[in-house]
């Protein structure tokens, strides 16, 4: 079945898109505070460290959400109600930004978020939830319905 590959192929999508997040902000914080910008008086120091903070939470939720597609994808299981919550999420927020670099970026990067989002609906459509998977020698000999 395709469900161990596609996990692990978003799992390493959702681990280079963290650095790559990273590095973006890391280049914003970087131009702000060279730049010496404010916004609406707002001290561009502050707004610098916001940025790198930022950056490094995002990217931290990132390679979480790329640890979960991975111990799925080892596994071969179903990931857990609260993981499953996360990465829903994290289809989600794929989902709006892909929405909004479609004006802002361009259609290539809506096409690559359209993807990610892809990869992650798709290892949770592959798994199911873990109540959907029959329990050892279940469902196999039972008569079908009349």
């Given at each position: 079945?395709v469900?161990r590959?596609?996990?692990?192929?978003?799992?390493i999508?959702?681990?280079?898109?963290?650095v790559?997040?990273?590095l973006?902000?890391?280049?914003?914080?970087?131009?702000?505070?060279?730049?010496?910008?404010?916004?609406a008086?707002?001290?561009?120091e502050v707004v610098?460290d916001?940025?790198?903070?930022m950056?490094?939470v995002?990217?931290?939720?990132?390679?979480?959400?790329g640890?979960?597609?991975?111990?799925?994808?080892?596994?071969?299981?179903?990931p857990?109600r609260?993981?499953?919550?996360v990465?829903?999420?994290?289809?989600?927020v794929?989902?709006?930004l892909?929405?909004?670099?479609?004006?802002?970026?361009g259609?290539?990067?809506?096409a690559v978020l359209?993807v990610?989002l892809?990869?992650?609906v798709l290892?949770?459509?592959?798994y199911?939830?873990?109540s959907?998977?029959?329990?050892?020698?279940?469902?196999?000999?039972?008569?079908?319905?009349?």
């Amino acid at each position: 079945m395709v469900r161990r590959p596609v996990a692990f192929v978003a799992a390493i999508v959702l681990f280079v898109e963290a650095v790559g997040v990273v590095l973006v902000n890391g280049v914003l914080a970087t131009v702000v505070k060279n730049q010496d910008m404010s916004l609406a008086g707002t001290d561009p120091e502050v707004v610098s460290d916001g940025t790198w903070v930022m950056g490094g939470v995002f990217g931290l939720y990132l390679v979480l959400c790329g640890l979960l597609l991975l111990v799925a994808g080892v596994r071969d299981r179903a990931p857990g109600r609260l993981a499953r919550i996360v990465l829903i999420v994290c289809a989600v927020v794929h989902g709006v930004l892909g929405a909004l670099t479609v004006g802002l970026v361009g259609w290539a990067a809506f096409a690559v978020l359209m993807v990610v989002l892809g990869l992650i609906v798709l290892t949770l459509v592959a798994y199911g939830a873990p109540s959907d998977e029959p329990a050892d020698g279940a469902g196999t000999d039972a008569p079908a319905p009349a």
